[in-house]
T-cell receptor, first 109, second 112 residues
Framework: GQNIDQPTEMTATEGAIVQINCTYQ??????LFWYQQHAGEAPTFLSY????GLEEKGRFSSFLSRSKGYSYLLLKELQMKDSASYLC??????????FGSGTQLTVLP | DADVTQTPRNRITKTGKRIMLECSQT?????MYWYRQDPGLGLRLIYYSFDVKDINKGEISDGYSVSRQAQAKFSLSLESAIPNQTALYFC???????????FGPGTRLTVL
């Protein structure tokens, strides 16, 4: 089975930087995804890490340490529209995703 | 047009009724998945399919069945709906590249 732990809620100020951590225990690990989900909408893909290290894509970066079962999502220059739930999801051997409960990020003006 | 579509988008039904949720995709992907989302629990995998002849149970398949009618279509059925199946249901497809992951818009199902 897979256990995923991420903070339930976080709050940050517009223009700031926020880091959302995720720890996981999994079998058949095949990479880790981060998704953004606004309330009532479908998750949208943010990043994918399969090797250790940092992947940067615009204002979003994601880091993975496979030996530690740890990942984080870094959001820079926060905007109001970044208020959403952020889902950490390790991938299994069948490319199925196991999602954490998500971190609800609130960006304040 | 959307790459992954789900019908219906919203459905209210009664306990004991049979319900079918449909998913279609235009991406040409072989792998398709059904997830449900409950408040505070994240998304959980119900069933997945690698092709029309390959169906696999996920984490919470009890009370559900699926049909892969064609590469582009993957349906989820609730044979006898019960209230704790009230949830938001998502279909997803996966391409050859891991960056090709697409979710449908979701179906909000309420079982009274």
């Amino acid at each position: 089975g897979q256990n995923i732990d991420q903070p339930t809620e976080m709050t940050a100020t517009e223009g700031a930087i926020v880091q959302i951590n995720c720890t996981y225990q999994t079998s058949g690990f095949n990479g880790l995804f981060w998704y953004q989900q606004h309330a009532g909408e479908a998750p949208t893909f943010l990043s994918y890490n399969v090797l250790d290290g940092l992947e940067e894509k615009g204002r979003f970066s994601s880091f993975l340490s496979r030996s530690k079962g740890y990942s984080y999502l870094l959001l820079k220059e926060l905007q109001m529209k970044d208020s959403a739930s952020y889902l950490c999801a390790p991938s299994g051997s069948a490319r199925q995703l196991t999602f954490g409960s998500g971190t609800q990020l609130t960006v304040l003006p | 047009d959307a790459d992954v579509t789900q019908t219906p988008r919203n459905r209210i039904t009664k306990t004991g009724k049979r319900i079918m949720l449909e998913c279609s995709q235009t991406k040409g992907h072989d792998r398709m998945y059904w997830y449900r989302q409950d408040p505070g629990l994240g998304l959980r995998l119900i069933y997945y399919s690698f092709d029309v002849k390959d169906i696999n149970k996920g984490e919470i398949s009890d009370g559900y069945s699926v049909s892969r009618q064609a590469q582009a279509k993957f349906s989820l059925s609730l044979e006898s709906a019960i209230p704790n199946q009230t949830a938001l249901y998502f279909c997803a497809t996966v391409g050859e590249s891991y960056n090709e992951q697409f979710f449908g818009p979701g179906t909000r199902l309420t079982v009274l």
